[in-house]
């Protein structure tokens, strides 16, 4: 079918369908931005809030509901954003409070949701209360605030317990004392300027009401919670079983896991009381955990009707490319959420994984945590024709979806970035054996002609763009048939308009490694094998690459058939 084709059986069927209008917290389709690699407005090759509010129109054509900004608060970048020293202002590198006002006030203008990143289990140890722990002595308010413990072994010089960082190396940092001693150590699940607050301290839990009180205050539609699981810690802070430990270590990227620090039952009263919070105001705000747990069924939990309205599913964003595999997650990931009464909020992509155009174009194989130079290099063409059939099979599903920037142009990771120029703190923190995630924080190609790809003024980028971003700039894409934007912003519409979000999912059983299903007036089907098959019955509405014979279904492919209407023109 061709677009032309396809835009008029947009036109005819949506004339009288109705725009779905339930909660957008359980539907939203939700666009992150990563602020740092977004759009650039003075040209210092970092993206900020006011590249963001020049480029807003650009996403709310693309048909997206909200977006999700990554952190831009003040604070000295140790990890990109993540470690904040003042949660109520502004990176100067970002902007201003009264940029961000700017912006917000664009994206409501142009019908946007804004979700802003919060991070409430570690600060920077810039921050002021941090600064005042470490001047302060053991035992002191001040010290209580944040997670001071004196050192195991005669003299204190073994660490508390055995916790390792997410970004590899030790859990615990020692201070020095003001007379140059060895003092005590704090805990830091991240690196060691990311000092993890004590959330059994009122104080802490007080300051954090008060923050989300301050960004509900200037009209943010909500908050996407970094770490949700981590809060609350074990009592007694027991080392971590060497088993829970080994299955740390064989994590990629260190996220989903069990143990004393992870998951605990109580971190869920602090989310009750966020959640009595947000709906004291209007309209609707939402919250959106960020859990790395092991099950979904434990993932469930953070969407009981009085805690959070959505949790990702990285079960999903983690399922390999296989039929089989994926009807499983899914299954699984509705089961669990009907059971508390919750949408699934799907995603494949997101600022601390490879992008899946690169990761689907690799052999099966554990997800890697960045891909250098030297390392199995994925293929592209395979990654963008599987990226663009499982992003077809996302957006048909019910509940809600997470796209982070990029995606819609089929962007890969920058997958042979020069060592030297690696920011995550994990590659050094991993003695170099992890590259980490700076290949998907690549800054974004807006036209190829410009220098910089577009990204800002004179063209500087923080990052250097890989060279395919330039036949993969947006304006490459606009409008041209067949581009992977252009399969987006259709999906978006006919997602939309066949209120794909609020359907269900009734399985069809069919040939293995192809899955079909009705979800409302659309049969889905995606061919994970690597075999054509026939088509099944139904109206082409769109395909995920242009096919050559509308009765065979290639390999690494997804459509969405119209049931509907081929059932009348059966009778
Ligand atoms: C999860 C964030 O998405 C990641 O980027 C960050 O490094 C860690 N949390 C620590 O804040
Ligand atoms: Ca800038």
Not at 63 to 92: C, E, N
Not at 385 to 401: I, Q, V, Y
Not at 408 to 431: M, V
Not at 441 to 446: A, D, I, K, N, Q
Request: glycine letters at 8%.
């Amino acid at each position: 079918m061709t677009l032309e084709e396809t835009a008029m059986t947009f036109t005819e069927l949506t004339a009288d369908l109705e725009t779905p209008g339930p909660d957008w917290r359980r539907t939203a389709v939700v666009y992150q931005i990563y602020p740092r690699s977004f759009a650039d407005s003075n040209g210092d090759g970092i993206g900020d809030l006011p590249g963001i509010t020049h480029r807003l129109p650009a996403l709310a054509e693309l048909g997206i509901d909200a977006i999700w900004l990554s952190p831009f608060y003040k604070s000295p970048q140790a990890d990109a954003g993540y470690d904040v020293a003042d949660y109520r202002d502004v990176d100067p590198v970002f902007g201003t409070l009264a940029d961000f006002d700017a912006m917000l006030e664009r994206a409501h203008g142009l019908g946007l949701k804004v979700i802003v990143d919060l991070v409430p289990n570690h600060s920077s140890d810039e921050h002021e209360w941090f600064q005042a722990a470490l001047a302060a002595a053991p035992g002191s308010p001040e010290r209580d605030r944040y997670m001071f413990r004196d050192g195991r072994g005669e003299n204190g010089e073994l660490p508390p317990n055995n916790w390792e960082s997410c970004f590899r190396g030790p859990a615990w940092t020692r201070t020095t004392n003001a007379d140059g001693t060895p003092g005590q150590w704090y805990l830091h699940l991240f690196d060691t300027k990311q000092p993890d607050w004590n959330w059994e301290n009122p104080e802490v839990r007080a300051e954090f009401l008060d923050v989300l009180r301050f960004w509900l205050d200037r009209g943010v539609d909500g908050f996407r919670v970094d770490v949700a699981h981590s809060l609350i810690k074990a009592p007694g802070l027991p080392d971590q079983e060497p088993a829970e430990q080994a299955a740390q270590d064989a994590e990629t990227d260190g996220f989903f896991l069990s143990g004393p620090m992870w998951d605990q039952d109580r971190v869920h009263e602090v989310y009750r009381g966020w959640r009595a919070l947000l709906d004291t105001y209007s309209p609707d705000r939402i919250l959106c955990a960020e859990a790395w747990v092991p099950s979904l069924d434990r993932l469930a939990r953070y969407v009981r009707d009085d805690e959070m309205h959505q949790a990702f599913n990285f079960g999903y964003l983690e399922s390999e490319w296989d039929a089989a595999h994926l009807r499983a997650t899914i299954d699984k990931s509705v089961a669990a959420n009907e059971e508390v009464g919750a949408p699934t909020t799907w995603v494949l992509s997101n600022h601390d994984v490879v992008r899946h155009v690169s990761r689907l174009g690799l052999p099966a194989g554990p997800r890697p945590n960045g891909i250098r130079a030297g390392d199995v290099q994925p293929d592209h063409e395979l990654g963008l024709r599987r990226a663009r059939a499982a992003t077809l099979l996302m957006l048909s599903l019910p509940g809600s979806a997470y796209m982070y920037q990029g995606e819609e142009l089929g962007l890969p990771d920058h997958t042979a970035l020069d060592d030297d120029l690696r920011q995550d703190p994990t590659w050094w923190r991993s003695q170099y054996t992890e590259a980490g995630r700076d290949g998907c924080r690549v800054p974004l190609p807006w036209e190829a002609d410009e220098p910089g790809l577009g990204f800002g003024p004179g063209g500087a980028t923080w990052l250097p763009q890989p060279d395919s971003y330039a036949t993969l700039a947006r304006d490459r894409q606009d409008e041209v048939e067949g581009s992977t934007l252009e399969m987006y912003r259709t999906a978006l519409a006919f997602r939309r308009a066949f209120a794909l979000a609020v359907g269900t999912i009734e399985w069809i059983e069919t040939a293995p490694g192809v899955l079909q299903f009705v979800n409302g007036e659309l049969t889905i089907v995606a061919n994970t094998g690597n075999q054509a098959v026939p088509m099944p019955e139904g109206e082409l509405l769109m395909s995920s690459v242009e096919l050559a014979d509308p009765t065979t279904l290639p390999a690494d492919t997804t459509v969405w058939l119209l049931t509907e209407v081929f059932n009348e023109s059966q009778s």
